[in-house]
């Protein structure tokens, strides 16, 4: 079955960027979605295929991909940013929904 | 307002079954590819299946560990998603979150707030 691997943990200061990967096999064929999860609170998407940004969704939100690997940014972090955020692709093969074990992300 | 709002929850013993709802509003819910997404204490976002919209023929699809015991359905006409939970594990312990897509491979735009099954005798 198809996997996504994600860092346990990002920490960053007020101010600086947060980069949060998540790797797959060949990841860049696929639409990878990212969502912020607070606790107490219901996921919401940031991130829709790979690098479109919800409206609402600040735009120091950022997703990329390259080969295996796409990538959260999230440039100028606040206080408020901090939360578990995770990856999700469509894995055609298996007809499942995948998750990445998520990143909790801290701001120092 | 557009809202999904589970209910059902509750304490169930190993090998038991539960079935919970989602009640859907302020959006075509006939249109709506539903999911259920699980959180157990401590861990991650775990898919555990999905139905299709009912124009789209409502096939469901489940992840391994739940399939063959859980059966997703809906009732179009109470805009409400079911999830019938049969023979269940100390493992199926979590916060079940129903959620709505609007194509195949399109992101969860709703989300419930969750309602939590525990499992233990």
């Known amino acids: 079955s198809y996997v996504l691997t994600q860092p346990p943990s990002v920490s960053v200061a007020p101010g600086k960027t947060a980069i949060i990967t998540c790797g797959g096999d060949d990841i860049e064929s696929k639409s990878v979605h990212w969502y912020q999860h607070k606790p107490g609170q219901a996921p919401v998407v940031v991130i829709r295929?790979?690098?479109d940004r919800p409206s609402g969704i600040p735009e120091r939100f950022s997703g990329s991909d390259s080969e295996n690997t796409a990538t959260l940014t999230i440039s100028r972090v606040e206080a408020g940013d901090e939360a578990d955020y995770y990856c999700?692709?469509?894995?055609?093969?298996?007809?499942?929904?995948?998750f990445g074990g998520g990143t909790k992300l801290t701001v120092l | 307002e557009v809202q999904l709002v589970e209910s059902g929850g509750g304490l169930v013993k190993p090998g038991g079954s539960l079935r919970i709802a989602c009640e859907a509003s302020?959006?075509?819910?006939?249109?709506?590819?539903m999911n259920w997404v699980r959180q157990a204490p401590g861990k991650g976002l775990e898919w555990v299946g999905r139905?299709?919209?009912?124009?789209?023929?409502?096939?469901?699809e489940y992840a391994a560990p739940v399939k063959d015991r859980f059966i997703i359905s809906r009732d179009d006409s109470k805009n409400t998603l079911f999830l019938q939970m049969n023979n269940l594990k100390n493992d199926d312990t979590a916060l079940y979150y129903c959620s709505a897509a609007f194509r195949p491979e399109s992101p969860f735009d709703i989300w419930g707030q969750g309602t939590m099954v525990t499992v233990s005798s």
């Open positions: 999700q692709v469509w894995d055609d093969s298996s007809d499942h929904w995948v």
């Open positions: 295929y790979g690098s």
């Open positions: 139905i299709r919209s009912t124009f789209d023929a409502g096939t469901t």
């Open positions: 302020g959006f075509t819910f006939t249109d709506a590819w």
